[in-house]
């Protein structure tokens, strides 16, 4: 009992500190909110495309960084690229820090959003071929625990730096980034490689050795064997169109859908523009917006801890569908107090603010983690780097398009006399209402499609799940 007990706890520590790379995701994502209304005052002002570029700069590197490192993870490891990762968070985090102006501040982001890319599909994966079945949901998700972390950590940074007085105090904004990938870094070396990679590589020994640090005793033979099977019926080496042939098409529409669905009800919006929803709302100077953005990151934390402890017993099902029609309600009504911001007054800031904190709870108990888990779940061991890979690519191409696009959309449908002017500012800003109902109606189109396409793979091993898309059979009909 005792040897279990340890095992667990291992498996425990080596996912918290690869979930170190989920931290890295979050802060470098997150930090922007705080950092753009004084990037605004530094340089002179800026206008609405600037601030969705600056914004989703680092999202073009997460798509370059996710189509170029599915095949690197599957040619020299899991860990080894998590590992240079995180010597590419160390120094996007300096350049961003030291950036002179708007077009080297967007290039270091870039580089940024590379490690974020690699990272984004990298972690899981390593997280996912390391685990038992039995927790491999819980452990996963700590995943996204540590990526809501990074963002609680960026707003508190943001926080801690903001100075009405000077400007340029986003810079240690950026460099507080340097931090984590340290640990990251110096943590990484000392763990192992996933038993999955190092048996497929024809290091048995090598994966018998994990599996035995891993795994309850009476496993470690079965797992050696599922494993060794599965490998030795997909030995031909893939690329990117093995995952178009007719047996892995579902679970590709899986992981594109999910992310699709995961981006387009407008989570990012909240991240990235929290600060400025929130001055746009009636909240006056950025360091008060701030704060209540804190607020936000602090929610979302404790969000995802609720759903890493009923993940896998309630299932991913439930959690989807649990989700989707919380966050339906919290977005429609989102957009119905900003049409009637005159009839609200001050108290818009305030009801803002709370609804934002119920919709950042449904989202966080439910699509924050299930997407991330369920792209690691659905796809079998010949194609599981490549599938990742493009789920990742998906989630940062659909989170580029929402990051660039909230400010044009807010404005597309604000009618005029719908602006909103606060603090006798000299330009207005746009009415988000039309935006958020935008959202609303992804989320409810999310419910339908998920009726069909969401699989429950609670408690099932990754061997079953393959075999279950091998026999042609449908999403919804998966279980234990």
């Known amino acids: 009992m005792d040897r279990k007990k340890n095992k667990t706890i291992l498996v425990i520590v080596i996912a918290a500190i690869a979930s170190t790379g989920g931290l890295l995701f979050g802060f470098d994502t997150g930090v922007i909110s705080g950092a753009l209304p004084f990037l605004k005052q530094s340089w002179g002002g800026m206008s609405s495309g600037q601030q969705e570029l600056i914004t989703a700069a680092v999202l073009i590197g997460a798509v370059l960084g996710a189509f170029s490192a599915g095949r690197i993870t599957d040619i020299i490891g899991r860990k080894k690229v998590i590992i240079i990762t995180s010597l590419i968070f160390a120094a996007g985090s300096i350049l961003t820090g030291l950036a002179p102006n708007v077009t080297f501040l967007i290039v270091s982001r870039i580089i940024l959003g590379i490690a974020i890319g690699i990272s984004s599909f990298t972690v899981p994966l390593y997280i996912s071929e390391i685990s038992p079945t039995k927790i491999r949901g819980a452990l996963v998700s700590s995943f996204q625990l540590m990526i809501t972390i990074g963002i609680l950590v960026s707003y508190f940074s943001d926080l801690a730096f903001a100075d009405e007085a000077n400007p340029y105090s986003w810079r240690w904004m950026f460099y507080v980034g340097v931090f984590p990938a340290i640990i990251l870094f110096v943590g990484m070396i000392f763990l192992p490689e996933t038993p999955r990679f190092l048996i497929g590589k024809g290091r048995e020994k090598e994966g018998m050795k994990v599996l035995k640090r891993i795994e309850d005793k009476e496993r470690v033979e079965t797992a050696f064997n599922e494993i060794k099977m599965e490998i030795e019926k997909d030995r031909k080496s893939v690329g990117y169109a093995e995952l178009f042939k007719k047996t892995w098409r579902i679970p590709l529409l899986i992981a594109v859908g999910i992310m699709f669905v ?219």
């Open 262 to 480: 995961q981006q387009f009800v407008g989570i990012n919006t909240v991240i990235y523009y929290a600060p400025t929803i929130f001055i746009i709302a009636g909240f006056g100077g950025a360091k008060a917006a701030i704060t209540a953005t804190v607020s936000v990151g602090v929610v979302n934390v404790l969000s995802t801890v609720v759903s890493m402890s009923v993940i896998d017993r309630i299932g991913r099902r439930k959690l989807y569908f649990i989700g989707l029609i919380g966050m339906a309600v919290a977005l429609s009504a989102l957009g119905t107090f900003f049409l009637l911001k005159d009839n609200l007054g001050d108290s818009l800031k305030w009801v803002t603010v709370g609804t934002v904190l119920v919709y950042i709870f449904f989202f966080a108990i439910s699509l924050g983690p299930l997407g991330w888990l369920i792209i690691s779940e659905v796809f079998p061991t010949r194609v599981r780097g490549v599938g990742m890979s493009i789920g990742a690519l998906s989630n940062w191409f659909f989170n580029a398009i929402v990051a660039y696009t909230f400010l044009k959309l807010a404005w597309l449908f604000t009618a005029p006399g719908m602006e909103i002017v606060n603090n006798n500012a000299a330009i207005p800003d746009p009415n988000p209402a039309g935006a958020f109902f935008v959202y609303s109606g992804v989320a409810i189109l999310g419910l339908i499609w998920g009726l069909r396409y969401i699989p429950e793979t609670k408690g099932v091993s990754l061997e079953k799940i393959e075999e279950h898309w091998r026999a042609g059979k449908k999403p919804n009909e998966l279980k234990q």
